[in-house]
């Protein structure tokens, strides 16, 4: 039983599009994650949701937007898709005492390999 | 300069070595956590901790607190250990700043 999947695991595209991403959690954490990772393989934060609530939103360019209808789901929605949106996207869970520090281990996704054509 | 850095950025060792990885941060953290990241590209969370040490079967996690640094220890290493392994450090409540990772290569 995959404690958090994504979908789809790769994803080629050409310049222009629209896509989306999809991650969903069956471990019952109040947060979720999306974490882009680039061609030098260096990690780093894009959203943060906590109980469906934005939390964190990293600078990220207002043409990805993140979705998540239930605390179970973080959608990541991607728009008019630039050569510099590839990479693997990876999306993760906690759990966190309300807002406070994160009280255990990361879970992550199995990552979403997306290529901009 | 990152704000989490780790040394070195690639390690090549025989099996049945003592392995430690280094990390150093130059930030105010809640905790630190050690991650796996496999030669498929999954990722795995080994260690979360704030302050001392832990220990999972081979695998020992140190944090020093006051100087900033944390060290990943692998005892009688094993070709499957072979990985990247991450460092990322927890700032405020849910924002974990990344290690660029160190690519580790046991040999048989």
Not at chain 1, 98 to 111: S, Y
Not at chain 2, 34 to 63: C, D, E, N, Y
Not at chain 2, 66 to 92: F, M, N, W
């Amino acid at each position: 039983d995959t404690a958090v999947s994504q979908t789809p695991k790769y994803l080629v595209t050409q310049m222009g599009n629209d896509k989306s991403i999809k991650c969903e959690q069956n471990l019952g954490h109040d947060t979720m994650y999306w974490y882009k990772q680039d061609s030098k393989k260096f990690l780093k934060i894009m959203f943060s949701y906590n109980n469906k609530e934005l939390i964190i939103n990293e600078t990220v360019p207002n043409r990805f937007s993140p979705k998540s209808p239930d605390k179970a789901h973080l959608n990541l929605h991607i728009n008019s898709l630039e050569l510099g949106d590839s990479a693997v996207y990876f999306c993760a869970s906690s759990h966190t005492a309300g807002l406070a520090v994160v009280t255990g281990e990361l879970f992550f996704g199995e990552g979403s390999r997306l290529t901009v054509l | 300069k990152n704000e989490v850095e780790q040394s070195p950025q690639n390690l090549t060792a025989q099996e049945g070595e003592f392995i430690t990885i280094n990390c150093s941060y130059s930030v105010g953290i809640s905790a630190l956590h050690w991650l796996q990241q496999h030669p498929g590209g999954g990722i795995v969370s080994l260690f979360m901790l704030s302050s001392g040490k832990k220990k999972h079967g081979r695998l020992i996690a140190t944090i020093n607190i006051q100087e900033k640094h944390s060290s990943l220890h692998i005892t009688a290493s094993h070709p499957r250990d072979s990985a990247v392994y991450i460092c990322a450090v927890l700032r405020g409540a849910q924002k974990l700043v990344f290690g660029q990772g160190t690519r580790l290569t046991i040999n048989p």
